[in-house]
């Protein structure tokens, strides 16, 4: 939005001395939402420049691109959800008499919800010019500049903008999936490096935030806790927000200082910070709006060791951002919390490990509840139908010692299913009861529809630490199915509810290997496509013994199953690595993912194997494109487009880098 207000400003200045298609136009007879604008510069022999307020259905201001004049005509394009809108518009006395044309993806219905540019639109219309030229531009441009706000409609509807990614995971139900289809698999052999912007970050620190964009202005994290501004287009500055935490907070469990993103409405950024405050910045000039206390960080509780942290992106649904802290390889009781975006209030709180009088507290030995763990490392999602957002949960503490926490545990290891307004629980499903191996539920929640045993359900799709991938009937928690997407030995199946059937020799044991080790996957986020019907996932194969991971044999994969039946349909493997940038699908079906060096792997360790940046197929895992980036690749990857070029976003090491096609 800075780029497109920089542009309407100087357009002012020019735009009442020009002839021709110069100005301000006013659109009438073009369907629902109409009448509407145009503002048009000429620049040089033939280049049109400008803006239209309502290529979209949302009614922003939107720039043009491949603008061009010869003669008397006139053609642009401008973007309206995955779609490309191609105006050519023919100068006469009247105005400029429009046609239209809209370039959709092979896969995308090119009248899905598009009541500007659909299928009852008429093929022609005309805008006849207004008056008062500057005055009118300066009026667009301070529209665009006060009123550029990123709504909860618009997050809602994100597809229907995928030039932009206004959330963690691209859209509320975790898909991390864009519909931008410029790259290919036929042309992602064409990437190339388009920018690059260097964090400036202490040691221990880890980049694995994945970026907003928002119009053309790019919104990261530089490890640990500052939010950074860039064009989208150039990676150059715009503006940095400092913030300092407590020098004794880090993640625990030897996760360095990481941070994972920001989440975003309307013109403000909320970022969770080590020290478990939660911060409101202004987008547009980085300076603090509110700070809010989380938790207490230097809680005495945690006496010397890692304590309340927030390491994940919140998630914003309707007018509250939602944030859990983590820290649960401490003494913390874990919750999830809810706070006004207007005013840092906390609106609602729900424990993670219940308390005396509430429901699961028995599933804990004494007090033992009053530290249970059960923190959040990971973002939830959100089903506005159902009003109902979804959150995973950490390890019980202490996770090894069992015997000081007899039962099951609740809710540790678990997904709850809460009321958005209130925080309420509507139901739970817990993935390891009674842990004692580390399995944290620290990963995306997946949500879907899918035809299940003759009707359409409301699906949650989870491949979890433990090494099983699960689905879940997101309305009631029911049970669906639950299988092995790495080799497992800990259990073999399940009862009637869904409860995991131990085996005792494994489970009881520290001096036998137990498969998987102490993650199967981790936080890295998952990809569902609906392109290509399959969710993707990161896979490692490695077992331990007594907690402790075991070299030899083992290798980390990159694997797509069916989540009508949890089978596997590829795999992309590497013997030394972990794929640790989760990954990111594309309508045009391209999968990118990015590897770090596996830390126990023999081979890593003689060769020091470089940490990649992939493109496969996504229908078949196939190869198709790889890029050292000479850094460990631990974000999740996203993709946006700015004036119709289309850049995929990673972080490695200490750096940001932003891909797109060569011209």
């Excluded at 720039?63 to 995955?82: P, V």
């Excluded at 194997?609 to 790889?626: E, I, M, N, P, V």
Aim: aromatic share 10%; net charge neutral.
């Amino acid at each position: 939005m800075k780029t497109l207000f920089a542009t309407l400003m100087a357009m002012c200045v020019l735009a009442s001395a020009q002839t021709g298609p110069a100005g301000r136009w006013k659109v009438e007879g073009a369907g629902t939402g109409f009448p509407w604008e145009i503002v048009l510069r000429v620049e040089g022999t033939g280049r049109v420049l400008g803006a239209v307020s309502s290529c979209t259905s949302g009614r922003r201001a939107v720039e043009i691109f491949d603008g061009k004049i010869n003669g008397s005509t006139i053609q642009f394009k401008c973007t309206s959800g995955q779609r490309t809108i191609v105006l050519t518009g023919a100068l006469s006395d009247e105005g400029i008499v429009f046609t239209w044309e809209k370039q959709v993806p092979v896969s995308v219905d090119p009248w899905e919800a598009d009541p500007v540019f659909g299928g009852s639109s008429p093929s022609r219309f005309i805008a006849r010019r207004a008056p008062n030229v500057a005055d009118a531009l300066a009026d667009v441009a301070d529209h665009a500049r006060r009123y550029p706000a990123v709504t909860f409609d618009r997050i809602l509807h994100a597809h229907l903008e995928p030039e932009n990614w206004l959330t963690y995971s691209a859209n509320l139900f975790g898909h991390r999936h864009t519909l931008l289809s410029q790259i290919t698999p036929n042309n992602v052999k064409n990437l190339e490096l388009a920018w690059i912007w260097q964090a400036q970050s202490p040691p221990r620190s880890v980049f694995e935030a994945t970026a907003l964009v928002a119009d053309g202005v790019l919104y990261t994290v530089q490890p640990p806790n500052d939010v950074v501004a860039l064009d989208a287009a150039t990676g150059r500055v715009l503006w940095i927000y400092s913030y300092a935490p407590s020098p004794r907070a880090y993640a625990s469990g030897g996760g360095g200082r990481p941070n994972r993103g920001l989440a975003m409405l309307g013109d403000t950024l909320f970022l969770g910070t080590l020290d478990a405050h939660l911060l409101a910045i202004n987008a547009y000039t980085g300076k603090l709006v509110w700070n809010s206390t989380v938790a207490d960080a230097a809680d005495p509780i945690c006496e010397g060791s890692n304590c309340y942290v927030l390491t994940h992106a919140p998630l914003v649904v309707k007018d509250k951002v939602i944030v859990g802290v983590a820290g649960s390889e401490g003494p913390i009781r874990g919750f999830i919390s809810a706070f006004n975006v207007k005013t840092g209030e906390e609106v609602w709180r729900f424990h993670t490990v219940p308390g005396v009088g509430e429901p699961g507290n028995q599933t804990w030995s004494g007090d033992s509840w009053k530290t249970g763990g059960a923190g959040v490392w990971n973002t939830g999602s959100y089903d506005p139908d159902l009003n109902l957002t979804y959150w995973g949960t950490g390890n019980p503490y202490p996770v090894s010692n069992g015997d000081s926490r007899l039962g099951d545990n609740l809710y540790s290891d678990s997904v709850v299913a809460l009321d958005a307004d209130t925080g309420k629980l509507k139901w739970h499903y817990q993935f390891t009861p009674h842990d004692t191996r580390d399995w944290d539920a620290a990963q995306i929640p997946v949500l879907t529809n899918l035809a299940w045993q003759g009707r359409q359900l409301k699906v949650l799709l989870w491949a979890n630490r433990n090494g099983l991938i699960y689905a879940l009937d997101r309305t009631t928690g029911e049970f669906l199915y639950g299988k092995p997407f790495v080799e497992v030995n800990w259990m073999d199946g399940f009862d009637e509810k869904g409860r995991p059937r131990e085996v005792p020799d494994i489970v009881g044991s520290k001096n036998v290997l137990t498969l998987p080790g102490t993650a199967a996957t981790n936080w890295y986020p998952p990809s569902y496509s609906p392109s290509t019907g399959l969710f993707y996932v990161s896979a490692w194969e490695r077992g331990s013994i007594g907690g402790t991971l075991q070299r030899g044999p083992g290798y980390g994969a990159m694997r797509a199953f069916d989540p009508k039946t949890g089978e596997k349909e590829w795999e992309f493997k590497r013997s030394d690595a972990l794929f640790s940038a989760g990954a990111l699908s594309t309508a045009s079906g391209v999968l990118f993912t990015g590897v770090s060096q596996d830390p126990v792997s023999q081979q890593a360790a003689a060769h020091l194997a470089g940490d990649y940046f992939y493109a496969l197929d996504a229908r078949t895992g196939q190869l198709l494109w790889q890029m050292s980036l000479a850094g460990r690749v631990a974000s999740g990857p996203m993709s946006y487009s700015v004036s119709g070029k289309q850049y995929v976003a990673v972080a490695a090491g200490n750096t940001l880098f932003a891909f797109a096609l060569r011209q």
